[in-house]
């Protein structure tokens, strides 16, 4: 197929061809794919596919939801997909279970659960030279949730029994197998272990009783860097589902109060308030927040857009905010364009005897060349065009979901994210009595991270406010220790561009990749730019520090005493000077074209890495 430079997320919502519910569609085609081998060998031995309507990939997708979906195929009683399955129902099912028979399978959600593993494995196992060595690039992060465990309990009688402590993770990357039971505990994360990919405990009684959290190391950085303090005031969580940071934030506080003599000793006061803009996420939310932190910590989950929180009970006593949105998951191991990542999709063959003209056996559609070499469209015989289902066909398969390639998104995309994420960190900002922001993505692009973070302080003039970014010696421990800061050169090239006159050339300079240290404008220079990169932390995917790719940086606010110069305030945040209004910013976005633009632009965040919910029956 060929390569393309959008993911299969975008090119599925930018197909206007696709009339049904594109996020169910685009769930379904997901789960069909990981299914495609199984499927395709039903298909095959069913001999559904002489069905003269029925192409491969309609098949393949129509199967899954007719054999594999909790709800099966939802589509009505007189359409013809429905009946033709009805009529081979008996041969669908017999050669189904026949093939799970041959791979000791007992149920279909045990079947569910090891083709799922194995994805994973194909996505984090390298295979070594050696007989039986088995290498991987990536392990598997589990965070100990401190509101019901301890990792020594989990050594004694949990998930880690019998687990060998090692070093660190550089130890378990370079002289373990993904199956050798050992763990090692993060150096900079409290209550993260790290242990090989290879050991699945999705069904260990510490897992489903919320006792331990999948939660890579890089996305527990917002919560340890903002660290909530007992006095501080409420917290919100403003781009909450599915909830990993939002029970992380409730398990930092509580230990914030076991450590920190104070009135509230024992119990945080304040609330934590989660917020979700979809509705089946927002109820993902409860649900997770339910499991995770129960009656431990008070979080008000609330299916609202953050542009629009504001006057809720306690909304003015807010003193911290975690803005986490969506963004292109350029850092995500296991997305679209990582190399090993891919799954693979596998396709039905025709019946020797009735492969349709303009097909290959392998139901892939032939194209005519022209003179000049060129593919013309997809012949339909007799009419000099593709008929329907061919066009569904040719369309779908040209989402591409095989690509190998890791192109960088389109500059409009990220230009349109970026856009979108200064709106939300903005309405941060508004709250009179917030003192520190966290901002957060898990993309490895500047133009979502530390531009983001320069234009609100330079561009939107929040640095005047009294806001400024939390030094590196000034953050928590663990998070100052650790060694992969923001990208200088990015952070170079942006101040570098900034405050250009009109028609003076510089402009433009951070759009062409290089700065100059005599052009740096207003007033800025190279230790400035040093010193802002210095306080972002930055992750990266496949380095042998085990993280996926990921940004995060604090801000915090700073008020004038009375030598005029300024202080980073701190306790709860009442004497903080007021932020910004709570209207718009002249020349933003408005809510309203925030929230319809947010799925053009294609938005991703860690509420697309949710496991469950993934039946898509769109036929």
């Not at 029994?161 to 378990?172: A, K």
């Not at 542009?307 to 803005?323: C, M, R, W």
């Not at 500047?446 to 929040?462: D, H, I, P, T």
């Amino acid at each position: 197929m060929p390569a393309t430079d959008e993911s299969l997320r975008s090119r599925v919502f930018a197909a206007h061809w696709i009339n049904q519910d594109k996020h169910r569609l685009y769930a379904l085609i997901c789960e069909a794919t990981k299914w495609s081998k199984v499927l395709s060998q039903v298909i095959e031995e069913s001999g559904i596919l002489i069905e003269k309507h029925l192409t491969p990939v309609i098949a393949v997708l129509a199967c899954y939801d007719f054999l594999v979906s909790e709800h099966g195929l939802q589509v009505g009683k007189n359409n013809r997909l429905k009946i033709c399955f009805n009529k081979y129902s008996a041969r669908l099912k017999s050669a189904f279970n026949r093939i799970r028979v041959r791979e000791r399978q007992p149920t279909i959600q045990g079947w569910r659960s090891s083709i799922n593993e194995q994805i994973m494995n194909r996505k984090l196992i390298v295979h070594g030279p050696g007989e039986g060595q088995i290498h991987f690039e990536h392990p598997r992060w589990i965070r100990l949730n401190f509101l019901m465990t301890t990792l020594e309990w989990e050594c004694q009688h949990g998930a880690l029994q019998g687990f060998q402590e090692i070093r660190d993770v550089q130890e378990l990357l370079h002289k373990y197998r993904a199956n050798d039971k050992v763990f090692a505990r993060d150096a900079h994360v409290p209550d993260l272990v790290v242990i090989p990919p290879a050991h699945n405990l999705t069904q260990h009684p510490s897992y489903e009783a919320g006792r331990i959290i999948f939660q890579d190391k890089a996305s527990c950085f917002p919560a340890t860097l903002l660290n909530p303090q007992a006095v501080e005031g409420n917290i919100v969580d403003a781009c909450a589902a599915p909830g990993n940071k939002t029970s992380h934030i409730a398990a930092v506080l509580q230990r914030n109060c076991l450590i920190t003599p104070s009135p509230t000793r024992y119990l945080p006061m304040q609330q934590i308030y989660a917020l979700e803009i979809c509705p089946h996420r927002a109820e993902t939310l409860k649900k997770m927040i339910k499991k995770h932190v129960g009656q431990h910590v008070e979080v008000r989950c609330i299916h609202n857009n953050f542009l629009k929180f504001g006057h809720y009970d306690g909304s003015e006593e807010i003193g911290a905010i975690l803005v986490d949105p969506s963004c292109t998951g350029s850092g995500i191991i296991g997305r679209e364009g990582d190399l090993v990542t891919e799954p693979e999709l596998y396709l039905p063959r025709y019946p020797a005897h009735n492969t349709p003209r303009g097909a290959d056996q392998a139901g892939r559609l032939k194209r005519k060349r022209s003179a000049k070499g060129e593919c013309d469209d997809v012949e339909d015989i007799g009419r000099g065009r593709p008929n329907l289902k061919e066009q569904y066909d040719l369309k779908f398969t040209s989402l591409n979901m095989e690509s190998k390639e890791n192109p960088e998104p389109p500059l409009q995309r990220l230009e349109n994210l970026a856009e979108i994420q200064v709106q939300l960190l903005l309405k941060a900002f508004r709250f009179e009595n917030v003192h520190k922001i966290v901002y957060s993505t898990c993309s490895v692009h500047a133009e979502e991270n530390e531009f983001v973070v320069l234009s609100v302080l330079y561009e939107r003039g929040l640095i005047n406010d009294g806001w400024m970014i939390q030094p590196r010696n000034q953050q928590v421990e663990g998070m100052r220790e650790w060694n992969r800061r923001g990208d200088l050169n990015q952070v170079r090239r942006w101040f570098g561009g900034f405050g250009g006159q009109e028609g003076s050339g510089d402009e433009h300079v951070h759009d062409k990749g290089y700065y100059d240290d005599q052009k740096l404008s207003y007033g800025f220079s190279d230790e400035t730019a040093r010193a802002f990169a210095d306080s972002c932390l930055r992750c990266e995917k496949w380095t042998d520090e085990g993280t996926q790719g990921f940004f995060a940086v604090m801000l915090v606010k700073r008020r004038p005493n009375l030598l005029g110069s300024w202080r980073v305030v701190g306790g709860t945040g009442a004497h903080v000077e007021p932020g910004l209004p709570m209207g718009n910013v002249p020349g933003t976005l408005t809510e309203g074209e925030i929230e319809s633009d947010w799925e053009r632009f294609d938005g991703f965040d860690d509420r697309d890495l949710e496991d469950g919910d993934m039946d898509g029956d769109v036929f």
